[in-house]
């Protein structure tokens, strides 16, 4: 959590910083017909069977994607002279999956889900809406994706298209380097077997 409020910390607009340190630390629904417990954010898998799945996968992914995003933002600033609100992409960085702390749930020696059918793009849009979030930031997080980060995803500003490339790199990535054999297979040299 250390490395996600550091990042947090770097949105200038204190009322948006705030809300953004907030959400990390205490996500919560505001709808009383939808109840599912929160896991901690920095304990899931960032998920079950695919990319990052290992406790505090989700707090890894995280970081990782902001700072993929950021590093982005930053090359195109400079060769583009894009114009870019950081406070914006740190924001809807970090809280890209916000909605997955009632997704998934300890089970057993492992994580499992909890039976919300509501994808956690959309869930994490509507949790940042109820809470006065900026249209940006929960743009960002609803045009992200599906639960493979790419169906459904829309993003129609810079900040969202740099905060969905940066989670399929990171997603992808990781992936390859640690972990899902269908992955691997694909990325191995014709002829190679594992």
């Keep these: 959590m250390k490395e996600l409020i550091e990042l947090a910390n770097k949105i200038k607009?204190?009322?948006?910083?705030?809300k953004t340190i907030k959400m990390l630390e205490n996500p919560e629904m505001s709808?009383?017909?939808?109840?599912?417990?929160?896991?901690?954010?920095d304990e899931i898998p960032a998920w079950v069977g695919l990319h990052h799945d290992y406790k505090g996968g989700q707090a890894e992914h995280t970081v990782s994607v902001a700072k993929i995003a950021l590093d982005l933002a930053e090359h195109f600033e400079e060769d583009y002279k894009a114009k870019i609100n950081?406070?914006?992409?740190?924001?809807?960085?970090?809280?890209?999956?916000?909605?997955k702390v009632f997704l998934l749930k300890k089970s057993g020696n492992g994580w499992?889900?909890?039976g919300l059918t509501l994808d956690h793009a959309h869930l994490g849009a509507a949790m940042l809406f109820a809470k006065g979030f900026?249209?940006?930031v929960i743009h960002i997080v609803?045009?992200?994706g599906g639960d493979q980060g790419q169906q459904g995803a829309n993003p129609r500003t810079l900040e969202a298209i740099l905060v969905f490339y940066a989670d399929i790199a990171d997603t992808a990535i990781e992936t390859a380097v640690h972990g899902a054999p269908k992955i691997q297979f694909l990325l191995m040299p014709e002829g190679e077997e594992k």
């Excluded at 607009?13 to 705030?18: G, I, M, S």
């Excluded at 709808?31 to 954010?41: L, S």
């Excluded at 960085?93 to 909605?99: M, V």
């Design 112 to 114: 499992g889900f909890t």
């Design 31 to 41: 709808n009383p017909e939808i109840v599912y417990t929160a896991a901690k954010f």
């Design 13 to 18: 607009d204190k009322k948006l910083r705030d």
């Design 134 to 136: 900026p249209e940006e």
């Design 142 to 144: 609803a045009a992200h």
């Design 86 to 99: 950081k406070d914006f992409l740190i924001s809807g960085a970090l809280l890209h999956d916000i909605g």
